[in-house]
């Protein structure tokens, strides 16, 4: 392993001590201490001015608590490693929160120390891996038309599996407002408003872990700042499937025989609305407006096909639509026009009385009116 340089801070000297000591007995693992420190305001003036790869932070420390300063720490330097040491195992879950490597609690035995340098040596050495592989990685598309996934150039989409519903629905909360400060009270509100405050904090602090750590192959491109007040997950590098797709729509020329299959390309980029799979309330506003935005142009492609008399492509078109929402009243029409046109009576009656039943179900209203009459000309006279 490649020369690792760290700082040592603890209000107590013996623990630095013991903290020296025990390196000096692992030589192995090739650590140079750069600096000790027990006072926590000389330590971050150090941190910040040094290049330090790994912190070992005692939490009760004079004048400010080592939670608050590895926060403002980590803020100016992400790839900073932390070690927490403490006499105290209280604060284990929001160590673990600010994506602390470990947590020792003293007296620290020697084989647990050394446990925790294999560790960072796992983690310094995954660190250069992927500083090697992101020099040359291109842009990571996020999905998230349907289920969330991720693509990077000639590789298979990806699926990020988190450890629990709730978990990842704090994550694609976060992402549907990234690069913008998320209030942790809003967050329990959304997800734990049934706990009370100490042990929904506690769930909202491990939730917060286990997303860096099912991140942890991307981290090029996700990282999450915690602030006093809430997180930024903040991004880079990144495309997403519903933003290209609704700018390959803009793109495309008038709809006619030359460009119908360009049209007929870009829809098929549609794979789903936005979040689909995960029905998240506060994801309807940019669900509806994606969906509204494919039936807009699914509408157009169906009048293209029935106007050039393709009824088959024309059906499949319509019925699609009446998938997506059942109550527009052309595709319905349309459709119930189809089944006429090709003598499927039994179709047309069936889409009928579905089409009323949905209105009387969802809005209370009838079919209108021109709707009702055709159907009643029509019934008369098959």
């Known amino acids: 392993m490649d020369l690792v340089r760290v700082m040592l801070v603890d209000d107590e000297q013996l ?24 006072n926590p305001i000389d330590a971050k003036k150090a941190i910040l001015e040094n290049d330090i790869d790994v912190l070992f932070l005692d939490i009760h420390l004079p004048e400010i608590n080592g939670i608050q300063l590895a926060d403002e720490l980590l803020e100016k330097k992400p790839e900073l490693i932390i070690v927490f040491v403490t ?180 829809m098929e980029l549609y794979t789903g609305s936005y979040l689909q799979d995960y029905e998240y309330w506060w994801a309807e506003p940019v669900r509806f407006h994606y969906e509204q935005m494919w039936i807009k142009y699914a509408l157009e492609i169906a009048r293209y096909y029935n106007l050039r008399y393709e009824l088959e492509e024309a059906r499949t078109w319509y019925f699609s639509i009446c998938q997506h929402n059942l109550l527009i009243d052309e595709a319905q029409f349309e459709l119930m026009k189809i089944y006429a046109k090709q003598e499927k009576h039994a179709l047309v009656h069936q889409q009928y009385q579905t089409f009323e039943k949905t209105l009387q179900e969802e809005l209370n209203i009838s079919p209108e009116d021109y709707i009702v009459d055709w159907y009643e000309k029509w019934r008369v006279n098959i």
């Open 15 to 38: 623990a630095l001590d013991f903290l020296k000591r025990y390196i000096k007995k692992t030589p192995e693992f090739n650590i140079e201490i750069v600096g000790t420190y027990t």
């Open 87 to 266: 006499a105290y195992n209280e604060f284990a879950v929001e160590a673990f929160e600010l994506n602390a490597i470990d947590y020792l609690v003293k007296p620290v035995p020697f084989d647990r120390f050394k446990e925790t340098l294999a560790r960072l040596k796992e983690k310094i050495e995954w660190k250069a891996q992927q500083s090697q592989l992101m020099q040359t990685e291109d842009d990571l598309q996020v999905n998230l038309l349907g289920h969330l996934s991720f693509t990077l150039p000639n590789r298979k989409n990806e699926t990020i599996h988190f450890r629990t519903k709730k978990t990842q629905e704090l994550f694609l909360y976060l992402f549907h407002h990234r690069n913008e400060l998320v209030s942790k009270h809003l967050l329990i509100e959304l997800l734990w408003e049934d706990l009370e405050p100490s042990k929904a904090f506690a769930q909202l602090y491990t939730a917060i872990y286990h997303i860096r750590k099912a991140l942890t192959p991307y981290n090029y491109y996700f990282q999450i700042n915690s602030k006093t007040e809430g997180y930024i997950l903040k991004t880079k590098n990144m495309t997403l499937d519903y933003i290209n797709w609704e700018n390959r729509l803009k793109q495309l020329p008038e709809l006619n025989e030359k460009t119908i299959n360009q049209y007929l390309e870009v």
